[in-house]
């Protein structure tokens, strides 16, 4: 799979009328619950084991996780701190997930931001969010 930099410059040399290229597997955008599942398999850990640690009702969680439901914005930078995702991974998985990146002017996004780059635990994160 081509890195960003490299379909910019692909994008760049197209003609004028040959779209053609945006059919290509490149530019295709991996699904929010593959990537979820890809995800907890990088960081070994079970699906079972997400659902509860993120305190999900079971069905619910595996809707998420198979792809029947599309994940809140919310619950993807939960699932982020759940896993110690770095900022730059979390929004990716936020872009991935079609929604916006964190913006740190926006009070909520700051707290997050704080929560992933001090590594604190769900549990003190959701605490941060209570309090705002």
């Known amino acids: 799979m081509k890195n960003t930099e490299e379909l910019i410059q692909q994008i760049k040399e197209q ?7 945006l059919e290509q597997r490149e530019y295709s955008c991996p699904s929010v619950s593959i990537y979820l599942n890809d995800l ?3 960081h070994r850990m079970e ?3 997400a659902i509860r640690s993120l305190g999900l009702e079971r069905t619910y969680g595996y809707q998420l996780f198979n792809g029947t439901r599309k994940p809140t914005r919310t619950l993807l930078i939960r699932l982020a701190i759940l896993l110690g995702l770095g900022l730059e991974e979390t929004n990716r998985l936020l872009k991935i997930g079609r929604k916006e990146i964190l913006y740190p002017r926006i009070r909520e996004d700051a707290a997050a931001i704080f929560a992933i780059e001090k590594r604190l635990p769900l549990s003190q994160f959701d605490e941060l969010m209570e309090r705002l």
């Open 15 to 21: 003609k004028i009328n040959a779209l053609s290229f």
């Open 40 to 42: 907890l398999a990088e």
């Open 47 to 49: 699906t079972k084991d």
